[in-house]
């Protein structure tokens, strides 16, 4: 059963997060670290936006940080491959038609227009061609790396929502990075974390 929780996150270093001495994945203890990763363009008060940075240390033995890198090249392969195949045929058909239909003798002298046209071909086609790809290459290697895969965020939903993954923990920033929701598989774990960090716990 998963644990949820939410801590403020703030750039005060006298106040660091407390990160219990067990691995996140399986409670096992830590031999290494991963690292949840977040960054978001925030604007404040005077409307200017800045770019702002937040990492999460994660404590994890070798199999879990393993089976975290692992989920992720199962993910980012099939990903780029679907993308660059389906991306890359969509802008050549659609340029190529383009071009013969003469759309590129309208406007200007030197109009590009089937070029522009092909590249949103492809870019709509390259994210569906990499999102079914991944789905793809997800089942075919679910007997191989488990039920890891299904926890760990798809690639287009995570580019939009900013979702972050490592084994045994998901973590979702606020608008302005000034929170986080975690989502601990361990229930151990969590409640480690959510002892030694009460004064940053948010509802």
């Known amino acids: 059963m998963a644990t949820t929780l939410t801590i403020a996150m703030t750039d005060d270093d006298t106040a660091p997060l407390v990160i219990p001495e067990r691995c996140v994945g399986c409670g096992a203890a830590p031999t290494t670290q991963s690292q949840l990763s977040f960054a978001k363009l925030v604007t404040n008060a005077r409307g200017t936006q800045t770019?702002?940075?937040?990492k999460l240390a994660v404590p994890h033995c070798?199999?879990?940080?393993?089976?975290?890198?692992?989920?992720?090249?199962?993910?980012?392969?099939p990903?780029?491959?679907?993308?660059?195949?389906?991306g890359g045929a969509a802008f050549a058909v659609v340029a190529f038609n383009a071009s013969l239909a003469g759309l590129?003798?309208?406007?200007?002298?030197?109009?590009?227009?089937s070029l522009v046209l092909g590249a949103a071909a492809g870019l709509g086609a390259g994210l569906v061609g990499a999102f079914v790809s991944e789905i793809?290459?997800?089942?075919?290697?679910?007997p191989v790396l488990g039920s890891a895969l299904w926890r760990a965020p798809l690639f287009v939903p995570s580019l939009l929502t900013d979702v972050d993954y490592v084994a045994g923990l998901t973590g979702r920033p606020d608008a302005g990075l000034s929170?986080?929701?975690?989502?601990?598989?361990?229930?151990?774990?969590?409640?480690?974390?959510?002892?030694?960090?009460t004064a940053r716990l948010q509802p």
């Open 179 to 197: 929170a986080i929701t975690l989502t601990f598989t361990n229930d151990d774990a969590a409640r480690d974390f959510a002892a030694g960090n």
């Open 79 to 86: 990903f780029t491959l679907g993308f660059l195949v389906a």
């Open 51 to 54: 770019a702002v940075h937040r």
């Open 62 to 77: 070798d199999a879990c940080a393993r089976s975290t890198k692992a989920v992720f090249l199962a993910g980012l392969v």
């Open 104 to 113: 590129d003798d309208i406007g200007r002298p030197n109009n590009v227009n």
């Open 136 to 142: 793809a290459a997800r089942v075919l290697l679910l």
